[in-house]
């Protein structure tokens, strides 16, 4: 049974942080208080919204509105549990992320527009994840991309110009190829709906050759934001973008929705079996693979504390499409967990970043010696994110690395593990040298840049909470896995439905 | 309701009959008749959606003879959307043209515009269309030359000749259909043509002949690659209200005559291999247009190459219809022509707007110093921007359905090329835009309103809004609209 209610609740959260982006547009610069409170109510209406929405979901509630365009065009907004699992990691980190923001760019120019379009940029997120439809998902995706040219580019300087363009011209190719697959796919088989368990394995096996090559296209497209080598180009180059931003991009928004659209595009449109089948997952599986080791490698040679950070997003983010290419639960829940992990440990790293810029001047590894001392909270935050990167328990990225290890076993993809061994070590070696500087090297006598003089907390309170909460995010993640409603015992509940029915 | 298709045509010509008369009030009473025009229009369309085609004879003379007049869901939906953008635009030119002496020449040449395109979407009957063609041309031109520039005068000259040109391409085709059929009414020639390919005999080369010449002289007016030459310097030099009329409306209406020729009144003489011609000036005019907008360091010139390119997107649409049989798919790509075509006159004519303002503020449109004005004016560069999107057709707008749906033609039809050509423009037009955008992302000092000059900035963007949010989300009363059924409800 569903009720009006039932409609408006998708398209609330999608216009929860619409409309403030609309509105905060037009707030006059110097109107601090007006933008904020904007902000802050989008968030935390959209907070309550996607409360109710998990709840409802939990208990098998159908959430759907639909808007037709034209025949066989519907814009679908629909919550499964996949969606929810989304919408609530980008709504939560967007709060936090705000918050955050609003300190960081207290003295900075054109804030109105930064936070238009950071709002609209969340908008574009929740619109991918509540895609009921390929459409739906496609129209969200491209203006995701719209939304954060904007903010790539935020700071004007030659360089953040450059690094947007570059971005731009990755995104549109990606999204052309996106569009091509989808509309080629949609004229074979009519609208195609995310369904569970896929919709192509009763169709004629005289389209499959069709299917593999439609398959290749939507996966590239979404391989650009997803950061799969050789798309991930335009990831490292968008460092420029001021600290919130590149949290935004990495941990929630950009490489998320490709990702996402990669499980999407397994599970609710070929059906995993299907995909194993046309040997689709090998190609998948390879890519991720190749992506995880690369990225790493290229981690371990950065100075710049950011491009670092940049390349572990690119290895990172390939475990969540490394899940999907494994047949069977217990890898699907190793990706999608990893999903939310690697988007809160992420975030905490990024944020402290910032942190170590903003009151220290601070960009490079080399210049992180005895940092600890100076900024313990912010560098007790990114310790927890670099370990839990790695993968020590019981932080949340340990879980996600366990449950990909025993779905590899279970599927008989033993290399799987010398992927992920590969990975671990290499993480170490780029993140424990950050973390032996901080804590046990001697501080220079004057650091880089010292904006603000010591006072009582070791930054500004706006930058100093966002990351401790999400680093203890990253501890309750990994400590309370088995609780109910922890994202571990979500994915579970998606595996279940994705296998089982 | 047939009156409605009367008055579409009393109205602004009463209008510019009362301008010229009383000179001192030509702005406000342009604005009424423009006013008026934008109601009837409405009346007419609110008839059209609830009883379907309206038909009028003026004069009391039936076919063959007399002059018909006819409302289907297509010229409707033209008419309406022409309705709305002279009418955001006059409000524009009342502003832009406030000196009265200027103002004085503007308003009656305006209205006369609007008459003969109200008369063009309208018209049943051959010769009718080429008297509106005719005035539509002679207007078109006395108002790009407005600006007074060499350069203007020159431009639009050499655009009154070769509309000449065309009017007697296609008034030979006229000439050929009365000799050879009898009649000029649209429906009584259609019925001859598939009369005589009843009786077996072959298309009739006189018909074949006479499409070619009309779709020839019209392909010139319309501006179909490579007989654009004239449009981007008469377009480029144009007032700012004049340019946004001319590539959102004239050119267009060109085109919808080309459509309506071919699909209608001659569909039984048509080809697939000359609708592959069609389609493969389409496609050069993509993207040569795309190219040439990419290398314009001007502004306005930039959106009127932009006009040749998106125009090509038009005529591609053509060897696709012409490969499916008739049926939900192909009224279904007829739709989304109708709606490519309305997108772009709601963007492009929100674009100049927004290029004439900015022109005005910064002094110039060279495009490589137009970075400071940009960020100073953010409702304009929001224009700007809003506009671009639905030229490259990108959601939201009615553009990406569109293109949707050209491409799932070109799929069902095995036709993969013009898959390739839509990417290629489609990126082409990316970088044109985007490297306008890229403009408004400097170092310069922070602007403190969103609106500078809300009188000037504000129809500019209700029209570029137009394109994206309302024409990209409300897509299916379009369908009702056009009779298309099967359709989204």
């Not at chain 1, 904007?38 to 759907?64: E, F, S």
């Not at chain 1, 299917?211 to 991930?232: D, E, R």
């Given at each position: 049974?569903?009720?009006?209610f039932?409609?408006?609740?998708?398209?609330?959260?999608?216009l929860?942080?619409?409309?403030?982006?609309?509105?905060?547009?037009?707030?006059?610069?110097?109107n601090?208080?007006?933008?904020?409170l904007?902000?802050?109510?989008?968030?935390?209406?959209?907070?309550?919204l996607?409360?109710?929405l998990?709840w409802?979901?939990?208990?098998?509630?159908?959430?759907?509105?639909?808007?037709?365009?034209?025949?066989?065009?519907?814009?679908?907004?629909?919550?499964?549990?996949?969606?929810?699992?989304?919408?609530?990691?980008?709504?939560?980190?967007?709060?936090?992320?705000?918050?955050?923001?609003?300190?960081?760019?207290?003295?900075?120019?054109?804030?109105?527009?930064?936070?238009?379009?950071?709002?609209?940029?969340?908008?574009?997120?929740?619109?991918?994840?509540?895609?009921?439809?390929?459409?739906?998902?496609?129209?969200?995706?491209?203006?995701?991309?719209?939304?954060?040219?904007?903010?790539?580019?935020?700071?004007?300087?030659?360089?953040?110009?450059?690094?947007?363009r570059?971005?731009?011209?990755?995104?549109?190719?990606?999204?052309?190829?996106?569009?091509?697959?989808?509309?080629?796919?949609?004229?074979?088989?009519?609208?195609?709906?995310?369904?569970q368990?896929g919709?192509?394995?009763?169709?004629p096996?005289?389209?499959?050759?069709?299917?593999?090559?439609?398959?290749?296209?939507?996966?590239?497209?979404?391989?650009?934001?997803?950061?799969?080598?050789?798309?991930?180009?335009?990831?490292?180059?968008?460092?420029?973008?001021?600290?919130?931003?590149?949290?935004?991009?990495?941990?929630?928004?950009?490489?998320?929705?490709?990702?996402?659209?990669i499980?999407?595009?397994?599970?609710?449109?070929y059906?995993?079996?299907?995909?194993?089948?046309?040997?689709?997952?090998?190609?998948?599986?390879?890519?991720?693979?190749?992506?995880?080791?690369y990225g790493?490698?290229m981690?371990?040679?950065?100075?710049?504390?950011?491009?670092?950070?940049?390349?572990?997003?690119?290895?990172?983010?390939?475990?969540?499409?490394?899940?999907?290419?494994?047949?069977?639960p217990?890898?699907?829940?190793?990706?999608?967990?990893?999903?939310?992990?690697?988007?809160i440990m992420?975030?905490?790293?990024?944020?402290?970043?910032?942190?170590?810029?903003?009151?220290?001047?601070?960009?490079k590894?080399s210049?992180?010696?005895g940092?600890?001392?100076?900024?313990?909270?912010?560098?007790l935050?990114f310790?927890?994110?670099?370990?839990?990167?790695?993968?020590?328990?019981?932080?949340?990225?340990?879980?996600?690395?366990?449950?990909l290890?025993?779905?590899?076993?279970?599927?008989?993809m033993?290399?799987?593990?010398?992927?992920?061994?590969?990975?671990?070590?290499?993480?170490?070696?780029?993140?424990?040298?950050?973390?032996?500087?901080?804590?046990?090297?001697?501080?220079?006598?004057d650091?880089?840049?010292e904006?603000?003089?010591r006072?009582?907390?070791?930054t500004?309170?706006?930058?100093?909470?966002p990351?401790?909460?999400?680093?203890?995010?990253?501890?309750?993640?990994?400590?309370?896995?088995?609780?109910?409603f922890?994202?571990?015992e979500?994915?579970?509940?998606?595996?279940?439905?994705?296998?089982?029915? | 309701?047939?009156?409605t298709?009367?008055?579409?045509?009393?109205?602004?010509?009463?209008?510019?009959?009362?301008?010229?008369?009383?000179?001192?009030?030509?702005?406000r009473?342009?604005?009424l008749?423009v006013?008026?025009?934008?109601?009837?229009?409405?009346?007419?369309?609110?008839?059209?959606?609830?009883?379907?085609?309206?038909?009028?004879?003026?004069?009391?003379?039936?076919?063959?003879?007399?002059?018909?007049?006819?409302?289907?869901?297509?010229?409707?939906?033209?008419?309406a959307m022409?309705?709305?953008v002279?009418?955001?635009?006059?409000i524009?030119?009342?502003?832009?043209?406030?000196?009265?002496?200027?103002?004085?020449h503007?308003?009656?040449?305006?209205?006369?515009?609007?008459?003969?395109?109200?008369?063009?979407?309208?018209?049943?009957?051959?010769?009718?269309?080429?008297?509106?063609?005719e005035l539509?041309?002679?207007?078109?031109?006395?108002?790009?030359?407005?600006?007074?520039?060499?350069?203007?005068?020159?431009?639009?000259?050499?655009?009154?000749?070769?509309?000449?040109?065309g009017?007697?391409?296609y008034?030979?085709?006229?000439?050929?259909?009365?000799?050879?059929?009898?009649?000029?009414?649209?429906?009584?020639?259609?019925?001859?043509?598939?009369?005589?390919?009843?009786?077996?005999?072959?298309?009739?080369?006189?018909?074949?002949?006479?499409?070619?010449?009309?779709?020839?002289?019209?392909?010139?007016?319309?501006?179909?690659?490579?007989l654009?030459?004239?449009?981007?310097p008469?377009?480029?030099s144009?007032p700012?209200?004049?340019?946004?009329?001319?590539?959102?409306?004239?050119?267009?209406?060109?085109?919808?005559?080309?459509?309506?020729?071919?699909?209608?009144?001659?569909?039984?003489?048509?080809?697939?291999?000359?609708?592959?011609?069609?389609?493969?000036?389409?496609?050069?005019?993509?993207?040569?247009?795309s190219?040439?907008?990419?290398?314009?360091?001007?502004?306005?010139?930039?959106?009127?190459?932009?006009?040749?390119?998106?125009?090509?997107?038009l005529?591609v649409?053509?060897p696709?219809?012409?490969?499916?049989?008739?049926?939900?798919?192909?009224?279904?790509?007829l739709?989304?022509?109708a709606?490519?075509?309305?997108?772009?006159?709601?963007?492009?004519?929100?674009?100049?707007?927004?290029?004439?303002?900015?022109?005005?503020?910064a002094?110039?449109d060279?495009?490589?110093?137009?970075?400071a004005?940009?960020?100073?004016?953010?409702?304009?560069t929001?224009?700007?921007?809003?506009?671009?999107?639905?030229?490259?057709?990108l959601?939201?707008?009615?553009?990406?359905?569109?293109k949707?749906?050209?491409?799932?033609?070109?799929?069902?039809?095995?036709?993969?090329?013009?898959?390739?050509?839509?990417?290629?423009?489609?990126?082409?037009?990316v970088?044109?835009?985007?490297?306008?955008?890229?403009?408004?992302?400097?170092?310069?000092?922070?602007?403190?309103?969103?609106?500078?000059?809300a009188?000037?900035?504000?129809?500019?963007?209700l029209?570029?809004?137009?394109?994206?949010?309302?024409?990209?989300?409300?897509?299916?009363?379009?369908?009702?609209?056009?009779?298309?059924?099967?359709?989204?409800?």
């Amino acid at each position: 049974m569903t009720t009006s209610f039932d409609h408006l609740l998708p398209v609330a959260i999608v216009l929860s942080s619409l409309l403030p982006g609309l509105a905060i547009f037009l707030v006059a610069e110097d109107n601090r208080r007006l933008r904020t409170l904007l902000n802050l109510t989008g968030a935390i209406v959209k907070l309550l919204l996607v409360g109710v929405l998990v709840w409802g979901v939990y208990h098998d509630h159908a959430y759907r509105a639909e808007l037709p365009l034209a025949p066989g065009l519907s814009l679908i907004l629909r919550a499964d549990a996949l969606s929810v699992l989304f919408v609530t990691l980008s709504t939560v980190l967007w709060l936090v992320t705000t918050i955050y923001a609003v300190g960081y760019l207290e003295h900075s120019p054109n804030r109105s527009r930064f936070f238009g379009f950071f709002s609209l940029c969340v908008t574009a997120t929740v619109g991918v994840a509540l895609a009921g439809n390929l459409f739906t998902f496609v129209v969200f995706y491209e203006i995701l991309t719209l939304a954060t040219y904007p903010l790539v580019s935020h700071r004007g300087t030659p360089d953040a110009t450059a690094g947007a363009r570059v971005y731009l011209a990755y995104t549109m190719v990606g999204g052309a190829l996106l569009l091509t697959g989808a509309v080629w796919l949609q004229g074979l088989i009519g609208p195609v709906d995310f369904t569970q368990g896929g919709l192509l394995s009763d169709q004629p096996s005289a389209l499959y050759p069709q299917f593999i090559a439609i398959f290749l296209l939507l996966l590239a497209g979404l391989g650009v934001k997803a950061a799969l080598v050789p798309l991930h180009g335009w990831l490292p180059r968008s460092m420029v973008a001021p600290a919130p931003v590149s949290a935004l991009l990495h941990a929630v928004a950009v490489v998320k929705a490709g990702a996402f659209g990669i499980v999407r595009l397994v599970y609710d449109i070929y059906g995993v079996e299907f995909a194993h089948s046309l040997g689709l997952l090998t190609i998948l599986g390879a890519l991720a693979s190749i992506t995880i080791i690369y990225g790493s490698m290229m981690a371990l040679s950065q100075d710049g504390l950011k491009k670092r950070l940049a390349y572990s997003t690119v290895s990172q983010v390939s475990y969540i499409a490394l899940g999907a290419s494994i047949l069977g639960p217990v890898a699907t829940i190793g990706g999608m967990v990893h999903l939310v992990h690697q988007g809160i440990m992420k975030i905490t790293l990024f944020l402290c970043a910032g942190n170590y810029a903003e009151t220290l001047g601070v960009h490079k590894v080399s210049e992180m010696n005895g940092i600890g001392r100076r900024m313990p909270w912010t560098t007790l935050a990114f310790s927890v994110g670099a370990l839990g990167m790695i993968g020590i328990p019981p932080i949340a990225g340990f879980i996600s690395k366990w449950y990909l290890g025993m779905g590899a076993i279970e599927a008989g993809m033993p290399w799987v593990l010398l992927v992920l061994a590969v990975s671990t070590l290499l993480n170490a070696g780029y993140f424990l040298p950050i973390l032996f500087r901080a804590w046990f090297r001697e501080p220079p006598a004057d650091w880089p840049h010292e904006e603000i003089p010591r006072r009582r907390l070791e930054t500004h309170a706006t930058l100093l909470w966002p990351p401790l909460i999400t680093a203890a995010l990253c501890l309750i993640a990994g400590l309370l896995a088995a609780a109910p409603f922890s994202p571990l015992e979500w994915t579970e509940l998606i595996a279940r439905r994705e296998y089982h029915g | 309701m047939t009156e409605t298709l009367a008055l579409a045509l009393v109205l602004p010509l009463g209008g510019a009959l009362l301008t010229v008369v009383l000179p001192g009030q030509a702005a406000r009473l342009g604005l009424l008749a423009v006013a008026l025009n934008t109601l009837n229009t409405a009346l007419l369309t609110l008839g059209v959606w609830q009883q379907g085609a309206l038909h009028a004879d003026f004069g009391g003379w039936g076919a063959p003879l007399g002059i018909g007049f006819v409302a289907d869901g297509l010229s409707t939906a033209m008419l309406a959307m022409t309705a709305l953008v002279t009418l955001v635009i006059s409000i524009n030119a009342a502003d832009y043209f406030r000196d009265p002496a200027r103002a004085r020449h503007f308003w009656p040449l305006w209205l006369l515009l609007l008459t003969s395109l109200n008369g063009l979407f309208l018209s049943a009957d051959l010769f009718n269309l080429y008297v509106n063609l005719e005035l539509l041309g002679l207007t078109a031109a006395a108002l790009g030359a407005l600006g007074g520039q060499r350069a203007a005068l020159e431009a639009n000259l050499r655009y009154l000749l070769v509309g000449l040109l065309g009017s007697m391409t296609y008034l030979l085709g006229v000439a050929l259909v009365y000799s050879g059929f009898a009649t000029l009414d649209f429906a009584l020639l259609t019925e001859r043509l598939t009369a005589g390919l009843a009786e077996g005999q072959m298309p009739s080369p006189i018909a074949a002949t006479a499409l070619g010449l009309m779709v020839l002289g019209l392909a010139l007016k319309a501006a179909l690659f490579p007989l654009h030459f004239w449009l981007p310097p008469a377009h480029g030099s144009a007032p700012a209200p004049v340019s946004a009329a001319l590539s959102a409306l004239v050119v267009k209406a060109a085109f919808y005559l080309i459509l309506r020729l071919w699909l209608l009144v001659f569909a039984p003489v048509t080809t697939q291999g000359a609708a592959n011609l069609l389609g493969l000036l389409g496609a050069g005019a993509v993207l040569w247009g795309s190219w040439q907008a990419l290398r314009a360091e001007r502004l306005k010139l930039l959106a009127a190459y932009s006009t040749v390119a998106q125009l090509g997107y038009l005529f591609v649409f053509f060897p696709i219809m012409q490969a499916l049989p008739a049926g939900d798919a192909r009224d279904n790509l007829l739709v989304a022509l109708a709606l490519m075509a309305i997108t772009h006159g709601f963007a492009k004519s929100g674009f100049f707007l927004a290029a004439g303002f900015m022109q005005k503020q910064a002094g110039h449109d060279r495009i490589a110093d137009l970075g400071a004005t940009m960020q100073r004016l953010p409702a304009t560069t929001l224009t700007l921007a809003l506009a671009g999107m639905a030229l490259i057709g990108l959601p939201p707008s009615g553009n990406f359905t569109a293109k949707w749906l050209l491409l799932g033609g070109a799929f069902a039809t095995g036709q993969w090329w013009w898959v390739l050509v839509l990417f290629a423009g489609t990126l082409l037009a990316v970088a044109y835009v985007f490297r306008l955008l890229t403009q408004a992302f400097g170092l310069e000092p922070t602007p403190r309103r969103f609106f500078t000059q809300a009188g000037a900035e504000v129809p500019a963007l209700l029209l570029a809004v137009m394109a994206v949010g309302v024409l990209g989300l409300t897509t299916a009363p379009l369908w009702r609209l056009l009779g298309v059924t099967g359709g989204a409800s």
